[in-house]
Protein backbone atom coordinates (compact mmCIF):
# COMPACT_ATOMS: atom_id res chain seq x y z
CA UNK A 1 0.00 0.00 0.00
CA UNK A 2 0.99 3.27 -0.83
CA UNK A 3 2.35 5.42 2.25
CA UNK A 4 0.19 8.32 0.05
CA UNK A 5 -3.09 6.56 0.68
CA UNK A 6 -5.11 8.25 2.86
CA UNK A 7 -8.47 6.15 2.59
CA UNK A 8 -6.89 3.39 4.78
CA UNK A 9 -8.40 2.69 8.45
CA UNK A 10 -6.15 4.41 10.84
CA UNK A 11 -5.73 3.10 14.18
CA UNK A 12 -7.12 5.52 17.34
CA UNK A 13 -4.72 7.87 18.18
CA UNK A 14 -2.95 7.46 21.93
CA UNK A 15 -5.33 10.71 23.00
CA UNK A 16 -7.99 9.23 21.87
CA UNK A 17 -7.96 6.22 23.12
CA UNK A 18 -7.04 8.20 26.56
CA UNK A 19 -10.16 10.06 26.21
CA UNK A 20 -12.08 6.94 25.90
CA UNK A 21 -11.19 5.39 29.05
CA UNK A 22 -11.60 8.79 31.01
CA UNK A 23 -15.11 8.92 29.89
CA UNK A 24 -15.92 5.21 30.38
CA UNK A 25 -16.19 4.05 26.77
CA UNK A 26 -15.63 0.90 25.20
CA UNK A 27 -13.91 2.71 21.92
CA UNK A 28 -12.73 5.80 20.98
CA UNK A 29 -15.70 8.03 19.46
CA UNK A 30 -13.98 8.13 15.86
CA UNK A 31 -14.22 4.00 15.89
CA UNK A 32 -17.87 3.95 17.01
CA UNK A 33 -18.92 6.71 14.67
CA UNK A 34 -17.08 5.05 11.80
CA UNK A 35 -18.71 1.68 12.34
CA UNK A 36 -22.12 3.07 12.83
CA UNK A 37 -21.74 4.95 9.26
CA UNK A 38 -20.59 1.96 7.56
CA UNK A 39 -23.29 -0.42 8.55
CA UNK A 40 -26.00 2.42 7.74
CA UNK A 41 -24.41 2.53 4.27
CA UNK A 42 -24.63 -1.04 3.68
CA UNK A 43 -28.18 -1.04 4.52
CA UNK A 44 -29.53 1.81 2.96
CA UNK A 45 -31.23 1.47 -0.18
CA UNK A 46 -31.03 5.15 -1.29
CA UNK A 47 -29.75 8.50 -0.25
CA UNK A 48 -32.93 9.53 1.26
CA UNK A 49 -32.73 6.19 3.59
CA UNK A 50 -29.28 6.31 4.22
CA UNK A 51 -29.51 9.58 5.50
CA UNK A 52 -32.56 8.75 7.74
CA UNK A 53 -30.83 5.66 9.17
CA UNK A 54 -27.78 8.00 10.35
CA UNK A 55 -30.47 9.97 11.71
CA UNK A 56 -32.45 7.66 13.93
CA UNK A 57 -28.62 6.51 15.21
CA UNK A 58 -28.80 9.97 17.03
CA UNK A 59 -25.99 11.38 14.04
CA UNK A 60 -26.02 14.95 13.27
CA UNK A 61 -26.65 15.37 9.62
CA UNK A 62 -26.33 18.60 7.88
Same mark, same amino acid.
Given at each position: ??? %?? !? !? +? #? #? $?? $? ?5 ? $??? &?? @???? +? ?9 ? $?? +? @? +?????? %? @??? %? &???? %? =?? =?
Amino acid at each position: MSP %LD !T !T +A #H #H $AP $ATGEKEK $AAR &RG @LVEP +ARTTLQRTVRK $AA +A @L +ATDTTN %L @LNR %L &RDAC %L =RV =R
